[in-house]
């Protein structure tokens, strides 16, 4: 037991993930646990399995394990590649660079094409590389679709044709942790090999779920794979998955959950979804500029809809606002993490919510940073609410 006084209200959880799980969801786990080889365990599963494709716009199998985000990136280079692989990795900023360590410690060689963190992969840059690699030493290509660290989105079209124009026959891979279910993505239409999802970002799940969708061609080269694996393994699970079961316990209450989800995904539809989210990012840049701050996302065209990073005056600490934030006003705001520890905080704005969510997070950061005394105009929660007012429609 804390000592600390009741906290009325709800806390608003604005990181970039995990996001706020909404009601319909939280009931819909609370649930009986089941048995995981009966009939009922296998309607569930069996339902979410189909579902869950047309999330990653995929006809190809999904698999699920119950695991974080992490284990799904692990899985997607365990599954596809053999010891001493060369793979190509772009360096978007942080969860890159997590993905590119998991690389090293399974005894792959990663190429990391550097970045300073402010903008997405640059596709030119991965053609040329792949250009002049025509022994096809390199095997994948890995890219992060929605950099959490930086709110920097790549563009996974772009990257394919990238490959095409290279006529480089590498896997492509890439993890849409945080932009699955927000940002529109095509696992099929853009020739993705393994696409890594989790479960506690875009789809509004607790943590406990991890994904990947896998192409022919992925299961063409896992037939080859000789990096050793057991609990990842695609086969044993794509054997099971086939009958509506798992090789071993799955998270039962959260696999109910996934399945609320993405009816909740369908009945709003995902384009407006994607609109909705489009929607939300706009104000919260507009609220940045108008406070005077800076987005770290450099290029327009890279821009986030899910997070956005935002740089502190010279000499003020990101934490020290967060902390006044989550103190005075119940919000939690993303953290710098490595490179830009101190520098910036991340709002999130993913997940399930609304017009009136993102006025009250910018309220919460817009009050915090006059109580630490940052430099700024207060004219951020007016701006989103002009444009917010502004753009409002019956459909949104
Ligand atoms: C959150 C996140 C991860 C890590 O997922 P975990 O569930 O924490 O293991 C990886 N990549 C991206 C882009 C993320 O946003």
Redesign the pocket.
Known sequence: MSNAPRRAGRHFLQI??PTPVPDRILRAMDMPVIDHRGPEFKRLSLRVLSGIRTIFKTASPVVIYPS????A?EAALLNTLSPGDKVLMYETGH?AT??KNIAVKLGLQPEFIASDWRSGADAAAIEARLSEDKAHTVKAVCV?H???STGATSRIDEVRRAMDAARHPALLMV?T??SLASIDYRHDEWGVDVTVG?S??GLMLP?GL?FNAISDKALAAAKAARLPKSYFGWKEMLAANKDGFFPYTPATNLLYGLAEAIEMLHEEGLDRVFARHERHAEAVRRAIRAWSLEILCRDPKYYSSTLTAVLMPDGHNADVLRAAALDKFDVSLGTGLSKVAGKVFRIGHLGDTNDLTIIATLAGVEMALRLVGVPHKPAGVAAAMAYFAETARGDN
């Open positions: 970039p993930g974080s985000g992490t284990g990136w969860f997590l993905w992060v929605n950099e959490t993890d942790i945080s989790g506690q970002k943590p991890g």
